[in-house]
Structures are given as structure tokens and as C-alpha cells.
């Protein structure tokens, strides 16, 4: 698909790779781009910076149906239709099974984490492709793109990284069957797994782990620069005949246990 004016929703654009994101789909590929997130004064920080002309933000809550719902239809009142969805928003939620008394971590902080990363990627991805069937069909076969956000800790979860992990998992579950159903009314759908990308979620993990991850990055010996994932959704949406896959984008780095 073609980016040139078409219309990104993105969530978590807010911030770190989404935000990388927004900027490098307008500046680079003239598209508009809607940001959903959480974070009131980070989005509208973002749409100042990238030209209201181009960039809205709508505060949204991806756990939320009513909240995304909302969402959703104000993309469609101010630029008229979604033709690609990037779902970015996402928790880190790092905590061990057992607590340090032997304790069993409570159900709730597991289902936090599956309300955000896992169940809102269903419920953006679902009001968004309702629209897409909506647009012409590009190339006689295009309508719509979605990329799904999940994490080489889907593949390697770390000790402690129960919940998100299995959050991450449940996106590359999702991918094939959403793919193949999807397909039928002309959309693909794709994942990208990053590694270690220098963000706000990584920064502001304990210095003592950022020091160990940073240690294990393999060939390029770095974190990944945000306009390489940025990058990364740019061939995916242009990309015709990419669907169902996930990227593993992490310079080929594999995280120990800890
Ligand atoms: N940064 C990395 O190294 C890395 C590695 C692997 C995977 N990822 C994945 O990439 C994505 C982006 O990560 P990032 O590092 O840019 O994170 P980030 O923390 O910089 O940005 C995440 C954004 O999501 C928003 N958000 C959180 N909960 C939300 C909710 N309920 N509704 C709407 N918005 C919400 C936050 O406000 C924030 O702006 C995430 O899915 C993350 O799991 C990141």
C-alpha cells in the first residue's frame, strides 16, 4: 500500500517506538497519522510537534472498548477513513510467579497486564479493520494494513517477565488466524518482535538490568535506533505480499534467563 495520505492510527504513539513512528510516517511518507494514548500531555506534546494538519491525538485507553470506540469514530469524522493500524500501547509488568516470601503473585496483576497489551490489541485492531472495509480497495486487493507490537520476549521471556510474555505471545497467536480471516476483505496483517530499543519503557527499567540487557545485544552491539522500527512498519505497510509474518527486529540478540 501506498503511505501517501493515508490515514495511521497508532497506539501508544505517544511515546518511544509509536512516536518514532508518527513522526517518520509524516515526515518521510506524507501520511496522517492519529495518535491513541493514555498519556494527555505526551500526545498532545506529539501532535504539536508533527503539525496538527497532519496529527491528531485522541486520549484512549486500548483496554477500553467504549474509550477506543470513541476513538475510532473521531478519526473517521476528521480525516474520513483508517487505512492502517499500528498497535504500539503496551505495560512492561515485570514480576516474578512467587513474591519473596513464596507468595503467589495476585490473578489481577497478570490480568492488568492481558487487559492492555493482549485484549487491546483485539479491541483496536477489530474497530479498525471494521473501517478499512469500508476504503477502496488499492491495487484491486488492498484496503487496509494492521501491525501488531509484540517483543523477542515472546520468545526468551526473562525471569519475571511471566505476564508479559505471554501477553507478547498471544499477539503472534493472533497474527495467522486475524490474517487469514482479514484477507478476504483485502487486509494484512503482520507483527514486529523488537529487541532492545532505547525508549521510555526501557529507560526506566533499573539500571542494574538495563546494564545486563544492554550486554547481551549481539551484532549490531547496540539498541536499536526508534526510526529502525519506524522503518520497519514502513515496509510492512508497502509491502504487498507480507501477511501473516512476524519480524523478529533485534540484531539478532537472544536474552538470557536474567
Ligand atoms: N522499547 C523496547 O525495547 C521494546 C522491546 C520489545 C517490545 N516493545 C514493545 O513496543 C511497544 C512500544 O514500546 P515503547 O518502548 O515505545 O513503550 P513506551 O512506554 O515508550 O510507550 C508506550 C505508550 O503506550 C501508552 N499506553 C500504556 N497503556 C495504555 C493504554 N491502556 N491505552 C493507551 N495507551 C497506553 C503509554 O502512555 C505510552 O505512551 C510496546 O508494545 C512494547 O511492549 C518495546
Not at 65 to 89: K, L, P, W, Y
Not at 240 to 257: C, F, H
Request: hydrophobic content about 45%.
Amino acid at each position: 500500500m501506498r503511505i501517501q495520505d493515508k490515514v495511521v492510527v497508532i497506539t501508544g504513539g505517544a511515546s518511544g517506538l509509536g512516536l518514532a513512528t508518527a513522526h517518520y510516517l509524516v515526515e518521510e511518507k506524507a501520511a496522517f497519522v492519529a495518535i491513541f494514548d493514555l498519556n494527555v500531555e505526551a500526545g498532545e506534546a506529539a501532535v504539536a510537534r508533527i503539525g496538527a494538519d497532519r496529527a491528531i491525538y485522541v486520549q484512549t485507553d486500548v483496554s477500553d472498548e467504549a474509550s477506543v470506540q470513541h476513538a475510532v469514530d473521531t478519526v473517521m469524522a476528521r480525516f474520513g477513513a483508517i487505512h492502517v493500524c499500528i498497535n504500539g500501547a503496551a505495560v512492561p509488568t515485570g514480576f516474578k510467579i512467587l513474591g519473596k516470601e513464596g507468595k503467589a503473585a495476585p490473578l489481577a496483576r497478570f490480568a492488568q497486564a492481558t487487559a492492555i497489551n493482549l485484549n487491546g490489541v483485539f479491541n483496536v485492531m477489530s474497530k479498525c479493520v471494521e473501517q478499512m472495509t469500508r476504503n477502496d480497495a488499492e491495487a484491486g486487493e488492498e484496503r487496509g494494513v494492521v501491525i501488531n507490537v509484540s517483543s523477542g520476549a515472546a520468545y526468551e521471556g526473562q525471569v519475571g517477565q511471566c505476564a508479559y510474555s505471554a501477553t507478547k505471545a498471544g499477539v503472534i497467536g493472533m497474527n495467522m488466524p486475524a490474517a487469514r480471516e482479514l484477507g478476504a476483505v483485502g487486509v494484512r496483517v503482520n507483527a514486529i518482535a523488537p529487541g532492545l530499543f532505547l525508549t521510555t519503557m526501557v529507560a526506566g527499567l533499573e539500571e542494574k538490568i538495563l546494564d545486563s540487557l544492554k550486554e547481551q545485544m549481539e551484532a549490531p552491539k547496540r539498541l536499536g535506533d526508534t526510526r529502525e522500527f519506524a522503518h520497519c512498519c514502513a515496509f510492512l505497510i508497502e509491502n504487498a505480499y507480507i501477511n501473516g509474518e512476524t519480524i523478529r527486529l533485534d540484531g539478532a540478540t537472544r536474552m538470557r534467563a536474567r
